[in-house]
């Protein structure tokens, strides 16, 4: 066996403790290849016992790998974050993260700032997962141009979308509403985002439905993502005048629908009793608020794992799936739909 203090183990020492070729413990180590899954089990011990570390400059001379990938959205941090920072991006950003490392590569997370998306351009990453692309994404744009491997978390709105995990926005739509439903509300509105995202236009397609199969006439009001807690706020106040006979507000975006919550009890309103209200993720938005928001599990350490899974059959050319179901979200009934 190589004395490690006296020179640097190569991968052909590996290969030779392992009893296979060096090709064999390059793929194993770096998770590409069709390598048997106890023969790469295999590898990997053994070199963990050697204290085998690869030489990171002759590695990325080699395989033209940076061994990095990203993760970002266009998504303002008012939506995907919030003051505290503890929202949507980051709850996937600590799994995904996780998940990278397992497989011996660095994640970097790219904040939703102008400023930072001048790094697109330079970035040293071997990949990508996009967090709810809009059409005409300027970050797919500049990604795409430098030929990164992508996949986006939610569908691409337009025809060729990136290979994607699929979080069934129109079941979601339908889970919210049918719960509205189900506790007595009668006439229900919609505030969703201007911005055209998949997520925003299957909520939309799956509450048209629901005014379509239930007479009533279609109450939505449109903010931007940009003006946060405050957008959310006026797009509730602009509802009710338009159509004052609301007793259920669907509010999929949480920072939106906590400022409809704050802008109903200034009116004077008492939630769940004059108006129930539902947002699509629970965060620490839905779970803060007062009251406590209904909101849904959308199994976000699944979707992330997934998320990277994808990113690697593409960096590494592994596999053909463009399309991977997320686990469906399960409803967390809180006291701003229930009435006893």
């Known amino acids: 066996m190589p004395n490690s203090t006296s020179r640097r183990l190569t991968i052909a020492d590996v290969a030779n403790a392992a009893g296979v070729s060096r090709t064999t413990v390059s793929h194993a180590l770096n998770d590409r290849g069709q390598v ?20 990171l400059r002759a590695q990325r001379l080699r395989t033209g790998r940076a061994n990095a ?43 939703p700032m102008d400023e930072a998306r001048e790094l697109l351009d330079t970035l040293d990453i071997d990949g990508a997962v996009i967090i709810e692309p809009v059409a005409n994404d300027p970050n797919v744009a ?12 939610g569908r691409q709105p ?18 919210l509403l049918e719960h509205l439903q189900q506790q007595g509300a009668q006439r229900i509105g919609l505030v969703i985002g201007v911005q055209s995202r998949h997520s925003y236009l299957d909520m939309e397609q799956a509450y048209r439905a ?44 949480d920072a939106f629908a906590t400022g409809a919550v704050r802008a109903l009890r200034d009116k004077g309103l008492k939630i769940p009793q004059d ?9 620490l938005r839905a779970r803060e ?12 350490e699944d979707v992330a794992s997934l998320a990277i899974e994808l990113l690697f059959e593409q960096i590494n050319d592994t596999g053909t799936r463009q399309r ?12 701003s739909t229930r009435t006893t």
């Open 36 to 55: 048997d899954p106890v023969t790469r089990a295999l590898v990997k011990e053994v070199a963990e016992r050697l204290g085998y570390s690869p030489n």
């Open 69 to 111: 990938i990203a993760l970002l959205s266009s998504m303002p941090f008012a939506v995907a974050g919030g003051s505290s920072r503890l929202g949507f991006l980051m709850e996937i950003a600590a799994t995904a993260t996780e998940a990278a490392l397992r497989r011996g590569v660095a994640l970097v997370l790219v904040p």
């Open 142 to 153: 500049r990604l795409r141009k430098r030929g990164v491997k992508l996949v986006s978390i």
């Open 158 to 175: 337009e025809a060729q979308a990136l290979p994607y995990i699929d979080m069934h926005g129109e079941a979601i739509g339908n889970l």
């Open 210 to 253: 629901y005014c379509a199969a239930n007479n009533q006439q279609p109450a939505i009001v449109r903010a931007d993502e940009g003006g946060g807690e405050a957008a959310g706020a006026a797009a509730c106040m602009e509802l009710l005048q338009a159509h004052p006979g609301i007793d259920g507000l669907c509010v999929p975006v």
């Open 275 to 283: 108006l129930k209200v539902v947002t699509r993720y629970d965060g």
């Open 289 to 300: 608020c007062n009251p406590p928001l209904t909101a849904l599990n959308m199994h976000l």
């Open 324 to 335: 991977i179901d997320a686990p469906l979200a399960t409803l967390i009934p809180r006291e």
